[in-house]
């Protein structure tokens, strides 16, 4: 049996010196005030453990990890058609790339990447009266807390900054891939990255994804089998933006980071693992998060590989 306390303990110990390290996503204002020495893991086992260390409960801007909640949401909405719109390709290229979008005659590569959560944004705007309580209602009852919100200050801060948001959005809308206003767009997806979860919430709301679609908590089948694999093959090949190819070859496992400084990670059919460290490297990817998953996979001998 392992003990995942005491790996998380050691890991912690190990990894802290490189919380010193990377740079905080200081494009955002509001994301540039976190302190950078901030350290959390948890993992979530599908019996109902958790299992946690350092800043644990400690909320912060999950970003571009939001990406797979809307993902959910539209696939069981609209199922396959979302692919009509959307690739299910690695991009190559920075998350927030015009280039490859242009080119590519506004088909966004996959739907981890901005151009692609613009898509699903447009997408859910279509499926609810209300998409923002939908979606955040949604979280809540993954993570088995009420108390998961939307950062106003953080999504104002988005907003007042997002210039190439703006472009990938306005590109989308000239190659008529957005059916609603841009500004409607943007404004949910700022609200989405905004949402605001600590590492503990975040191992228990992917736990569904690591359980067959089916959510450990309430036992809903929130996706099939189907889509569950497909959402861990996209996590897999696409969810680390331009180092999804590193990652997988160092940690080994479906993951989703943001540049909040979260990374999530499942293991199908056993766990799901989250890790908070504010400081990202050069592909937005936080350094001791990294290294952490690579040690936890290491250390336990879990992947799946």
């Known amino acids: 049996m392992i003990d995942f306390q005491s790996i998380l303990e050691d890991i912690a110990d190990e990894v802290r010196p490189l919380c010193a390290d990377g740079r905080v996503a200081d494009y955002i204002p509001m994301l540039a005030c976190v302190p950078r020495d901030r350290f959390a893991m948890s993992v979530a086992t599908l019996d109902g453990q958790v299992y946690s260390v350092g800043d644990s409960e400690e909320n912060f801007s999950i970003q571009s990890i ?4 809307t993902l959910t949401l539209a696939l069981k909405g609209i199922g396959d058609e979302l692919w009509e719109r959307v690739g299910r390709e690695p991009s190559g290229s920075a998350f927030n790339s015009l280039v490859q979008l242009e080119s590519e005659r506004g088909i966004p590569r996959n739907p981890l990447i901005n151009a692609g959560a613009h898509v699903v944004a447009d997408v ?3 499926l609810s009266a209300d998409p923002r309580s939908d979606l955040l209602e949604f ?5 088995n807390d009420p108390s998961v919100y939307h950062d106003k200050e953080v999504a104002l801060s988005e907003n007042l900054t997002g210039f190439r948001n703006r472009a990938l959005a306005n590109f989308l809308k000239s190659f008529d891939n957005l059916t609603h206003p841009v500004d409607d767009v943007l404004d949910f997806y700022f609200y989405q990255c905004s949402l605001a979860m600590s590492c503990a919430d975040l191992a228990r709301g992917f736990s ?11 036992h809903e089948n929130v996706l099939t089998p189907s889509q569950a694999k497909r959402i861990g093959a996209l996590m897999l090949t696409c969810g680390t933006y331009d180092a999804a190819g590193d990652f997988a070859y160092a940690v080994g496992i479906p993951a989703k980071s943001g540049v909040g400084g979260g990374i999530v990670g ?3 059919n056993r766990l799901a693992i989250a890790v908070w460290s504010p400081g990202l490297n050069a592909s937005g990817n936080s350094l001791a998060g990294t290294a952490a998953l690579e040690l936890f996979t290491t250390k336990t001998g879990l992947s799946v590989f």
């Open 208 to 218: 569904f994804l690591a359980n067959r679609g089916v959510c450990p908590w309430t």
């Open 66 to 69: 939001s990406k797979v909640y």
């Open 124 to 126: 859910l705007l279509g």
């Open 139 to 143: 979280v809540r009852r993954r993570a």
């Open 266 to 268: 499942i293991i199908p």
